[in-house]
C-alpha cells in the first residue's frame, strides 16, 4: 500500500463529508434536545430485523445487545462472567445448574424480569441458535423454581454450559419477556421491550436510514468495572442514533467531518486518511476477526453432491479475497483452518487440495462427477455490503474464469440475501446455490459456537449440510475431558469438514473501528458486537 498516494486520494475525497453532513443534518435535525447528550454511530449494516434470534447477522446481534441483557457475558479477556446472574451452582454429578437472578432487573415496561422470563427465552433461543441447539441436545429440563431461581438439568455432564450462555456471536442468547419468548420461534415478534442498558425507540425507526435507542433510566448496573461485554453497562450519554450511511466513502467522510462519533468498520483502504486525522483514533482488539464464508446450498445439484463441492478448492483462490477486501498486509491473514488462525483450535489438517495450485480441468471432471451438465449456478450477489460485494466479485471472476460454468448472478441488497438464503426450494423457485457471507473468528473458535461447521442436516445452517460423523466429531469435542484431546478431535474434525466441504472459506482479517477520540471516550474494544455503554460524550 502506498500510504503518501492513499493519503492524498482520501483528502480529494473528503469534500464528500459536505453530501454526508447534509445527509446527517436531515436525519437528526429535529429529533434530540439540545440539552441531550447524543451518541451517533455508523454500523457495518442497517438494522433491518429487530428479533435477534430471527438471524445470525452481526447487526442483529449489536441490535440486540443494545436493548437485551444476557445471563453471562464474555470480559476482555473472553472469559465467562455473570450478569444477570447473582450466583449459580452445579450438582457433584454436574447434571443440575441451579441460577439465581440479581435483585433489581426490570424490563422497560416498568416488570420485572423473572425466572419464566428466562426459562422462555432460552428455549426460544435454543431452537435457532446452533451452539442453543446442542445445548438444548443434552438437556433433560430448564425449569423456574421460582421468580428468581431457575433449575437447567441435564441428560450428560455437558461442560460448555456457561461457556455457551456466554458467547458473544450471533445468534446472543439473551433474555426477552414471557410474552415474546412465547412467540414461534419461526416467526419475528414485533414488540421489542428488553431489559437492557438502552430501550429501542421504535416510533423513530426509520429503516434505510435511522435507528434510535435512549437510555433505560431503571437499568441497574453490576458492580464490577465494565470489561467487554461483562461487569457494569453503565450508559453515559442520553441517545444513541444508528446512522445508516450504505457508502463507505460517505461514512468516513461523516467521520472526519466530525458529523459521526463512531464507525464501526471503517474500509481499509481509507485507514491512513483516519490514522492522519487529528482526533480520530483507529482500535481493535487482540482477538478481533472476521473468516469468509463461500456458503453452498446442500439440498439441490450441483453441490449437493460432495464431489462438485470439492471441485470449488481448484478453483477458489483465498488470497484473492483478501487481497481485494484488506490490501493492507498488516490486516490480513491466509488462513486455512475452519476455526480461524491465533485460536488454540487452529488447525490446517486436510486443506491439501484448497493450498495446492488452481487447477481448472480438475475442478471441471469434479464436477462432471456430480452430474453437472451446465445448469445455471444461482449466486445470491449483496451489492451493499462493505465486504461481501467485493467478495462477490471476486468469486464470480474466479468461477468465470473456470470457463465452464454457467452463472445465475442475483443482484440484490444484503436484507434480501438474509430473507432468500432462508428457503430450501430449488434455485429455478427462488432458492439458491451460493451466497457470501462472514463470521467472527472469535464464533468460528470452537466447533460448538461455529454455526456454519455443523452438518446436522435439517437442524444445520443455511445450506443444510449434512454429515453424521462430523457431528459425532462435534459432540466428541464438546465432551473432551481436556484442551489437549480437544485439540485432537479438531484435527479430526478438520480433515472431514475438508472432506465433506460444509463451506469455503476464503481467509481471515481484521476490521478496526474508528471513533473521534476528541469527542467520546470510554469506548470499549471487543472482538464481537461493539458495546455502546460506557462511552461517555465529551
Known amino acids: ?78 472469559k465467562a462472567q455473570p450478569q444477570m446472574v447473582e450466583s449459580w451452582t452445579v450438582s457433584p454429578d454436574r447434571l443440575t445448574y441451579t441460577f439465581v437472578l440479581r435483585l433489581g432487573l426490570k424490563f422497560h415496561d416498568g416488570s420485572p424480569v423473572t425466572s419464566k422470563d428466562v426459562v422462555a427465552s432460552m428455549n426460544r433461543w435454543g431452537k435457532r441458535d446452533g451452539a442453543g441447539k446442542q445445548l438444548f441436545g443434552y438437556t433433560a429440563s430448564l425449569t423456574a423454581k421460582d421468580d428468581k431461581t431457575f433449575e437447567w438439568k441435564l441428560k450428560e455432564p455437558y461442560g460448555l454450559v456457561i461457556d455457551t450462555l456466554a458467547k458473544t456471536g450471533t445468534s446472543i442468547p439473551f433474555v426477552m419477556r414471557e410474552k415474546e419468548a412465547m412467540v414461534d420461534p419461526m416467526q419475528q415478534i414485533q414488540e421489542i421491550i428488553g431489559s437492557g442498558p438502552f430501550a429501542f425507540k421504535r416510533d423513530e425507526w426509520v429503516p434505510g ?44 467522510s461523516a467521520l472526519v467531518a466530525g458529523e459521526i462519533d463512531y464507525l464501526e468498520n471503517p474500509q481499509p483502504d481509507f485507514l491512513p486518511i483516519l490514522e492522519s486525522t487529528p482526533g480520530i483514533k483507529i482500535e481493535s482488539h ?139 426450494e430449488a434455485p429455478a423457485q427462488g432458492g439458491w446455490n451460493i451466497f457470501i457471507t462472514g463470521t467472527t473468528v472469535l464464533s468460528s473458535s470452537t466447533p460448538i459456537t461455529h454455526v456454519s461447521i455443523g452438518m446436522g442436516c435439517e437442524k444445520a445452517w443455511f445450506g443444510w449440510p449434512c454429515d453424521a460423523k462430523l457431528e459425532e466429531l462435534r459432540k466428541a469435542w464438546a465432551f473432551a475431558p481436556d484442551s489437549a484431546k480437544r485439540k485432537e478431535i ?36 471487543v472482538p464481537s458486537v461493539p458495546p455502546m455503554w460506557n462511552i461517555e460524550k465529551k
Request: hydrophobic share 40%.
Open 1 to 78: 500500500m502506498n500510504g503518501t498516494n492513499d493519503k492524498r486520494n482520501g483528502l480529494r475525497r473528503v469534500p464528500a463529508a459536505l453530501a454526508a453532513a447534509a445527509l446527517l443534518a436531515g436525519i437528526a435535525g429535529g429529533t434530540a434536545l439540545a440539552a441531550e447528550k447524543v451518541l451517533r454511530a455508523t454500523m457495518h449494516a442497517d438494522v433491518r430485523t429487530v428479533d435477534p434470534f430471527w438471524t445470525t447477522q452481526t447487526i442483529a446481534g449489536i441490535h440486540g445487545m443494545m436493548v437485551y441483557d444476557t445471563l453471562f457475558s464474555s470480559d476482555h479477556n473472553l
Open 209 to 252: 436510514s435511522k435507528t434510535v435507542y435512549v437510555k433505560f433510566k431503571d437499568y441497574a448496573p453490576r458492580k464490577e468495572p465494565a470489561s467487554g461485554h461483562a461487569g457494569g453497562k453503565v450508559v453515559k450519554v442520553d441517545r444513541v442514533e444508528f446512522v445508516w450511511l450504505p457508502d463507505p466513502q460517505t461514512a468516513q
Open 286 to 424: 487482540p482477538a478481533m476477526g472476521t473468516m469468509g464464508i463461500v456458503q453452498l446450498n446442500h439440498l439441490h445439484p450441483p453441490f449437493n453432491n460432495v464431489k462438485a463441492r470439492q471441485a470449488m478448492y481448484y478453483i477458489l483462490n483465498n488470497a484473492d479475497y483478501l487481497n481485494t477486501i484488506a490490501a493492507n498486509k498488516d490486516l490480513q491473514r491466509l488462513c486455512f483452518s475452519y476455526f480461524g488462525c491465533g485460536v488454540e483450535m487452529e488447525t490446517d489438517a486436510g486443506s491439501e487440495a484448497y493450498k495446492a495450485a488452481k487447477d481448472y480441468k480438475k475442478a471441471e471432471a469434479l464436477f462432471k462427477e456430480a452430474g453437472y451438465n451446465g445448469e445455471p449456478i444461482t449466486i445470491l450477489h449483496a451489492t451493499d455490503h462493505q465486504y461481501i460485494n467485493p467478495a462477490n466479485q471476486v468469486m464470480i471472476q474466479q468461477l468465470r474464469k473456470a470457463g465452464f460454468l454457467k452463472l445465475d448472478v442475483q443482484a440484490m441488497d444484503w436484507g434480501s440475501v438474509v430473507a432468500r438464503r432462508a428457503k430450501k
Open 490 to 525: 479438531a484435527i479430526e474434525l478438520s480433515k472431514r469438514a475438508y472432506e465433506q466441504v460444509p463451506y469455503v472459506s476464503f481467509g481471515q482479517w481484521v476490521n478496526p473501528v474508528a471513533y473521534r477520540a476528541d469527542r467520546i471516550s470510554g469506548v470499549l474494544p
